[in-house]
């Protein structure tokens, strides 16, 4: 979440501008990549019957079962991203109106990586793939996800690039009971909180 709120913020929006986006989204449509029923055909709703539970599983061409990379898609979320940063791809993130880093962390390695150029709404993505929840983000021979699983507060970061003052806000949740932690959604996010 911090690098979304920190990239929004660094390319020139006003905090009220960005609460006010937020709290104007519709996440239920955002978080659901399938398009709405009635903007389906009539035969790709009668499919719903088939899969009632979305998590859909694949056969590769050897025969063995492939499974979803994440629980939920992201390409409404990469839309909306790409669209509140207005598709910023810069050579260096310190060309914003606010020098901004992005933490991701390296899925084969498990090492920090900081991202400092390129394409914004991209780095902002790397940044939040919360890994089971979202897909991870591919970029320069890569496979990144949320940076907290390699260093949850990358305060060390901030202070390389702003200075001596840091605004930090700790996001680790109290875990959740045995009762709570029950599918694998509750799973996963018991799973960060563990983490953070």
């Known amino acids: 979440m911090g690098a979304l709120v920190g990239g929004f913020y660094a390319s020139g929006k006003r905090a009220d501008e960005v609460e006010k986006a937020v709290e104007t989204i519709n996440w239920d449509d955002v978080l659901n990549d399938r398009p709405n029923r009635e903007q389906r055909r009539y035969h790709d709703k009668q499919d719903d019957w088939l899969n009632m539970s979305g998590f859909e599983v694949g056969i590769s061409n050897s025969g063995q079962m492939l499974f979803p990379k994440s629980a939920l898609g992201t390409q ?3 839309l909306l991203i790409r669209r509140m940063v207005q598709g910023a791809t810069l050579e260096y ?13 390296d899925l084969e390695s498990g090492d920090m990586v900081v991202l400092s150029r390129g394409d914004l709404a991209a780095a902002m993505r790397a940044s939040m793939a919360v890994p089971g929840v979202f897909p991870p983000v591919e970029r ?13 507060l990358p305060v060390d970061v901030a202070r390389g690039v702003c200075g001596d003052v840091v ?3 700790d996001v680790g ?12 959604l509750a799973i996963s996010d018991q799973t960060m909180r563990v983490l953070t």
Do not use: C, H
């Open 76 to 78: 409404k979320v990469d």
């Open 93 to 105: 993130f310190d060309d914003l109106p606010l020098p901004f880093r992005a933490v991701a962390a």
């Open 140 to 152: 320069d021979t890569r496979i990144l996800v949320d940076g907290g699983i390699a260093r949850n």
């Open 167 to 169: 605004i930090a806000v």
């Open 173 to 184: 949740s109290p875990l959740l009971s045995r009762r709570e932690a029950i599918d694998v």
